[in-house]
């Protein structure tokens, strides 16, 4: 959110901030979890004095522990991603901003988006998730991750769109009566 509040123009204003579907979360923990499994088996053997440390009970201490160092560099990887990426719909652009130390940014304004294309699955719409895909003019072809509720997404970047394209929308038919 920071960066999208540094890079506003004087006239922008912020509308909407897209989220990642719980499942990301989900997917995080479980190679976690999975790389605890070992762990508590070897906890496990350990307690109940099976484990007498010959070279080959070493081994298996140590590929235990690799699980599990491997299974905490994925959660912290994925939650890395999570939360330094910013999906950000504002009355003048759509930003896509990734990264935490190196930054990687793509932005289009409203009123160069051609079309916004939603993918779900059939597990995504059960689950709420999909991707969307933004083409601008010319080559701008931007690719968001998994999100949660991508068609209330793409509502919003349509009605931004609609806004940056045509002004503010009176009710003519309103003013004549």
């Known amino acids: 959110m920071g960066y999208v509040k540094n890079t506003l123009a004087p006239v922008e204003e912020y509308l909407y901030r897209a989220k990642f579907n719980w499942t990301y979360d989900f997917g995080s923990w479980f190679w976690f979890a999975l790389g605890c499994v070992p762990v508590a088996f070897w906890l496990y053997l350990l307690f109940q004095n099976y484990l ?6 070493r081994m298996f201490t140590i590929l235990t522990f690799a699980a599990l160092a491997f299974g905490g560099i994925v959660l912290l990887r994925r939650y890395v991603h999570k939360w330094t990426t910013v999906i950000a719909v504002t009355s003048m652009r759509l930003i896509l901003k990734t990264g935490l130390v190196g930054r990687d940014s793509h932005e289009v304004n409203l009123d160069k988006i051609e079309e916004v294309l939603v993918h779900q699955s059939f597990l995504g719409r059960i689950l709420g998730f999909g ?3 933004i083409r601008g003019t010319g080559i701008a072809v931007i690719k968001f991750p998994v999100l949660a509720r991508p068609m209330e997404i ?3 970047i349509e009605t931004a769109v609609a806004a940056a394209k045509n002004g503010p929308k009176t009710n003519s038919s309103r003013d004549s009566i």
């Open 52 to 57: 007498q440390f010959p070279p080959e009970e």
């Open 131 to 133: 991707v969307l895909t």
């Open 154 to 156: 793409r509502r919003e």
